[in-house]
């Protein structure tokens, strides 16, 4: 029996400085947790709503920047619904809002554009605060930066008002910076 490791099928798994060795454990989770439901979606690629979701539901941190416990159940009920009728229609596409540059060398295989970018925006930020790895705040304040990735699409459905989530996150951050 083979097992393979990347997590899309027909694809080597990526040798970004991100997409493996170099994450913290839980940003690990969290890359795994977004593989394995691009996978069971179909999907080719890693997306934002696929980083969303994981993130929602491994990262406490960033469940708390949400506006309350009903706000994050519509959140978690429309990541869901992805793979029964909500995201059928991105299904075979490849997420590209357009709004940042993505990676577009081999080492981007398997991930969308945006969720490459939403990766190396918070892997940057990261570093900004003098941290190696990216936590999941990070991860968050990365994915709502982009005002056209299927993640914001997500969270506008549900309710959430964007730009005050992106405040709650950054803010959170700033307050967890040691040099801040």
Do not use: K
């Amino acid at each position: 029996m083979h097992i393979r490791t990347s997590g899309i099928p027909g694809q080597a798994a990526p040798n970004h400085p991100w997409a493996g060795a170099g994450l913290s454990p839980a940003m690990t989770g969290v890359v795994t947790g977004a593989r394995r439901r691009a996978v069971r979606d179909g999907d080719r690629h890693v997306d934002t709503a696929h980083l969303l979701h994981s993130l929602v539901e491994s990262d406490p941190e960033v469940r708390d920047a949400f506006d309350g416990g009903p706000q994050l159940a519509r959140v978690l009920g429309y990541l869901v619904q992805r793979s029964i009728g909500y995201g059928l229609r991105w299904q075979g596409t490849q997420e590209d809002s357009g709004a940042f540059p993505a990676v577009r060398e081999p080492a981007g295989e398997g991930w969308s554009p945006s969720a490459a970018a939403a990766m190396d925006r918070a892997a940057h930020r990261a570093l900004l605060r003098g941290e190696l790895h990216a936590d999941g705040l990070d991860l968050l304040v990365a994915l709502v930066a982009d005002p056209r990735c299927r993640a914001v699409e997500v969270l506008e459905r549900a309710g959430v008002a964007v730009e005050a989530l992106h405040g709650r996150a950054a803010d959170r951050a700033a307050m967890e910076d040691p040099q801040g």
